[in-house]
């Protein structure tokens, strides 16, 4: 027989009470550390921020030490609670150069996550130090109890100075130990109500977070397909249709000739036949860079291996990826590598690619697809409207990932993308 009894949970309340006691009281210091740091390091940046590499390093190393104690906030109550956030990312604008990095300082700055997080530990430090003054309220009053067994006659209230003689000894300690283990209930049970209050979205702000990035999706979906009509236009009206003209021009020649030079007129149809055989290969390549089959036949590895093979330059292949991912991720992943390779074959002059790929869990039940091409050209890449890196980013954007680009003048250009598994 089986019992429909649920399992208690109580038990499980409790872990989750003197967990977040001991984690404040842990917090205590380390937040009290961090929060000097930071505002000092605040105080002297602006203070030098004349003295330009300075002062700006010290407001660049407060805004970063802030968001590792947002982060570590947010990882301690999702740890502790289990309230589905999000894991919070360092943000970036995905842009190079200086101006892309003053992009990414103000992005970082304006994220509202962040600062909920800032929020949450400095609440979180104040309570801190309350739990630890209760505890030691706790084993002050219990100590005071006690005293007179050993002989003690007189002491005072645990954490004030009231004295307390005679009889009031017990009555005061064991008063007072009970008083700090009630403000330890109450800071137990204050925390999970302040940090849901805190870091938990509203409904209205999760759906318009979501409303936020399905227009972001949209219009990358949008914008890539634009970028993705150019390219095939493009691919057609300088590859396949100059040689299908061809084709019918010496087809035309031939059947000219076919009465009055049969050994000509077979040397033109030898030739036709050959350009349409090449058109047809230039048609094949253009359709999988569209969709490559392979892709949903043997996987991203495979798909990936017969890629590089066709590269015009030698291609390093790192792929370790646990299952499959979505098409939609696997496409994309895809479709950046092949424009990477095209990009460093026709515009870097590289002559070695790298190529990287993990699939990582960055949060439990969270994968994500990562990919990194790194060439040995002239770098100087950059994000033109319409070109092939254009593409690129539209295109992991319109599939919920992120993509940065690095490509100093001299070389070498490095693409790292990140698209969730799930997309």
Not at 44 to 62: K, M
Not at 334 to 349: D, G, M, P
Not at 364 to 387: C, H, Q, Y
Request: net charge neutral; glycine share 12%.
């Amino acid at each position: 027989m089986t019992s429909d009894t649920p399992p208690p949970v109580r038990p499980r309340r409790l872990l989750v009470r003197l967990g977040a006691l001991a984690q404040l009281a842990a917090i205590a210091p380390v937040g009290l550390a961090l929060f000097t740091i930071v505002l000092t390091f605040f105080g002297t940046g602006i203070g030098t921020i004349l003295v330009l590499g300075f002062g700006l390093l010290l407001l660049i190393a407060a805004l970063y030490i802030a968001w590792a104690a947002s982060w570590l906030e947010h990882e301690r109550v999702e740890g502790l609670y289990g309230y589905g956030l999000p894991p919070l990312r360092a943000r970036t604008s995905g842009q190079p150069g200086f101006a892309g990095f003053l992009r990414t300082l103000w992005a970082q700055f304006t994220d509202a996550g962040m600062w909920r997080g800032i929020g949450s530990a400095a609440i979180a430090t104040a309570l801190g130090w309350v739990v630890i003054g209760a505890v030691w309220g706790v084993i002050s009053g219990f100590a005071l109890a006690l005293s007179p067994l050993t002989g003690g006659t007189t002491g005072t209230f645990p954490l004030t100075a009231i004295p307390l003689t005679g009889g009031w000894i017990v009555v005061g300690g064991l008063f007072g130990a009970l008083l700090s283990l009630g403000i330890l209930f109450g800071v137990s049970l204050l925390d999970g109500v302040v940090t849901r209050g805190v870091l938990v979205p509203s409904r209205e702000a999760l759906l318009a977070e979501q409303a936020r990035t399905a227009g972001v999706q949209r219009a990358g979906a949008v914008r890539a397909s634009e970028v993705e009509r150019t390219r095939i236009e493009r691919d057609l009206h300088d590859g396949v249709q100059p040689r299908l003209v061809s084709v019918g021009m010496t087809l035309g020649l031939a059947q000219q000739k076919i009465d009055t030079d049969p050994a000509a007129a077979k040397t033109l149809i030898d030739e036709a036949h050959t350009s349409t055989k090449a058109a047809i290969t230039e048609l094949r390549q253009l359709a999988r860079g569209i969709h490559a089959s392979v892709l949903d036949d043997r996987g991203l590895d495979a798909a990936l291996s017969a890629l590089a093979a066709r590269s015009h330059v030698p291609v390093s292949l790192d792929v370790r990826v646990d299952g499959r991912c979505s098409s939609i991720a696997e496409a994309a992943v895809y479709f950046v590598i092949a424009e990477s390779l095209t990009n460093a074959a026709k515009h870097a002059r590289a002559t070695d690619v790298r190529v990287v790929v993990r699939s990582r869990e960055e949060a439990p039940g969270t994968r994500v697809l990562w990919a990194r091409v790194e060439d040995n050209g002239i770098g100087g890449a950059t994000v033109a409207p319409g070109g092939g890196i254009d593409g690129i980013m539209n295109r992991i954007v319109a599939a919920g990932g992120t993509a940065r680009l690095d490509s100093p003048v001299g070389g070498p250009t490095a693409l790292e993308v990140s698209v969730p598994c799930a997309s």
